[in-house]
């Protein structure tokens, strides 16, 4: 911290801002009582999100539903359908990966459809695309945390 101080380089400065993401994973997310931290860091532990070169599975895209939509609803969400999702599995696991270039997992329709599907979520079709019995509340703040990192 004290490369923030008025006798500061700006090399030290660079040095420490390299750091700062080591940092955050020691940080006490791991210890958090707070729901947002402790869904951040379970999707964190889930290693399968690191390998950008092989697809998603159906069971690991399953995986992450089970922890990001817990909640099935009566009513179907249609605010976002299983094309949105696909796209959302893919910014979570770049958002693991944490790197300064473009690198994600993909993620098929077919693939979120299918683990959707096995995971007992309702579901009403729209061409290629269905839309789940998502609670809306769990989606916006999936969206929230992981949308636009």
Request: charged share 30%.
């Amino acid at each position: 911290m004290d490369v923030w101080t008025k006798d500061y380089h700006a090399n030290d400065v660079y040095e420490a801002m390299k750091e700062l993401p080591d940092w955050f994973k020691h940080s006490g997310i791991y210890q958090s009582n707070n729901e947002d931290d402790i869904l951040i860091a379970s999707i964190k532990k889930m290693d399968f999100l690191l390998d950008y070169k092989s697809h998603f599975t159906v069971d690991q895209a399953r995986e992450l539903i089970k922890v990001l939509f817990p909640t099935k609803t009566k009513k179907i969400f249609e605010g976002s359908s299983s094309y949105g999702f696909k796209h959302l599995f893919e910014v979570i696991s770049k958002s693991a990966i944490d790197s300064k270039y473009d690198m994600n997992k993909y993620c098929s329709n077919a693939t979120a459809i299918n683990a959707f599907e096995l995971e007992g979520f309702d579901w009403i079709q729209e061409g290629p695309n269905r839309y789940m019995n998502l609670s809306a509340k769990e989606v916006n703040k999936v969206y929230k945390l992981f949308r636009y990192n």
